[in-house]
């Protein structure tokens, strides 16, 4: 099993559906805890009403795997809420391809390197789409 992660900084729409779809994206795991945009087409509402023309179903799961948590996020990591979010995460992912999507476009400037870190830890490769 495999999860692919991106950021959609500076990507133009077209150009970030593109890059799902040429890596059979089914579903998009969103893990901004506020899932908002100074671009229109990457606020939480435009994504659910957009992608599944594309084929692609949108998922919310900045309630469990959000960033800016009280204490930090490796503090957040150790809580049951976290864990549920792993694991509903991999439920997703064993139905289909699931790119982890944050606003960031590496992973070493975003809160998803420490999602990475876990999924490593379990034995379980990510993809960063560029």
């Not at 799902?20 to 994504?47: C, G």
């Not at 179903?57 to 469990?64: A, K, L, R």
């Not at 959000?66 to 930090?72: E, I, L, M, V």
């Amino acid at each position: 099993m495999s999860i692919f992660t991106i950021g959609y900084g500076g990507r133009r729409f077209t150009d970030f559906v593109a890059l799902l779809q040429r890596h059979d994206i089914a579903f998009v795991a969103d893990i901004r805890r506020f899932p908002k945009s100074t671009v229109p087409e990457y606020n939480r509402e435009s994504l659910e009403a957009k992608l599944p023309e594309f084929g692609i179903s949108y998922v919310s799961m900045g309630d469990t795997l959000g960033g800016f948590r009280q204490g930090g996020y490796r503090k957040y990591m150790e809580s049951d809420l976290y864990k549920t979010g792993i694991i509903r995460l991999l439920e997703l992912a064993e139905r289909g391809n699931v790119v982890l999507m944050c606003k960031e476009r590496r992973d070493a400037g975003c809160h998803r390197r420490h999602i990475v870190d876990t999924l490593a830890n379990r034995g379980i490769k990510t993809i960063p789409l560029a």
